[in-house]
């Protein structure tokens, strides 16, 4: 049975990107298909390409997206290849972009994917298990203890890193760590009490962690951003959807590098009143946030917040 995936931030963020109904647009981040599934509705004579590299996602959303129109072509492969992807079907140029970055409830939802601490499972993590990349288990059971808490530290922002890497270590001198469940109890095993009875679940901080770290999702979203950016057209809107501090900076490190120019403060002591060429500009100031009627109805929502930037001129 499909576990139902609603959407983050779905009616602001297709506002953001203010469709036209003949323009061609992206959605970065495929998953069930529900941002893509709005964007199709808007678009008439226009086109959608999206994008993922998880076969089973784009079995299920392709049937969801030929029952609204067939002004689409699903992209098999990772976000970072954008312009390679677009090129191989003709496509330059594009008026919006939007990436979700959270992962889709049924990647979580159904356990053999290794990505939930609530289900026992072998430890994968793998976004793309054609891709004969290393899994969650192989980290765990091959790196040292210093490599092991730096990935927590730097990629879950877990104060505990060094206690759960030396527990983690301890544990394959006995034997090979194998599932969820196994990582979960080291993790509990490592924390004081007080980190316990907190309401976030324990193992949190260390999943999201390895999550990142297997799939290298930082290094690809930065990548894929600036090849984005470059795709769009003038008056092209490019819009983020994020859900952790990691991701949070590096769209704002993007966007301030693309907004606020150097010559800026140089020209403010000018005696007369000269704007410096803007290629990019900010859609909102500030990241919008889930409505309290979201935040009730969908719990993925809490640390989503939604980000927008708009190509001036080329």
Known sequence: MEHEHKSVLLKESIELLNIDKNGIYVDCSLGRGGHSAEILKKIENGHLFS???????????????????????????????????????????????????????????????????????????????????????????????????????????????????????????????????ELVEIIKNSLPQKVLKQKKHPAKKVFQALRIYVNNELEVLKKSLSNSLELLKPNGVLVVITFHSLEEKIIKDIFKTKTILKEDKFLKKLPISIEAKRYFELVIKKPILPSSQELEENRRSHSAKLWAIRKVED
Do not use: C, W
């Open 51 to 181: 994008i993922d590299q998880d076969a089973e996602a784009i079995e299920i959303s392709r049937k969801k997206l030929e029952k609204i129109s067939s002004n689409f072509t699903i992209l098999e492969g990772n976000f970072m290849d954008i312009k390679v992807l677009l090129a191989l079907n003709s496509v330059e140029k594009v008026n919006g972009i939007l990436y979700d970055l959270g992962v889709s409830s049924p990647q979580f939802d159904q356990g053999h994917r290794g990505f939930s601490y609530r289900f026992n499972s072998e430890l994968d993590m793998r976004m793309d298990q054609k891709n004969n990349i290393k899994t969650a288990k192989f980290v765990l059971n091959n790196y040292e203890e210093k490599q092991l808490a730096d990935i927590f530290f730097k990629f879950g922002e877990e104060k505990f890193s060094y206690n759960i890497a030396k527990k983690i270590i301890e544990y394959r001198k006995k034997k090979k760590l194998e599932t969820t469940f």
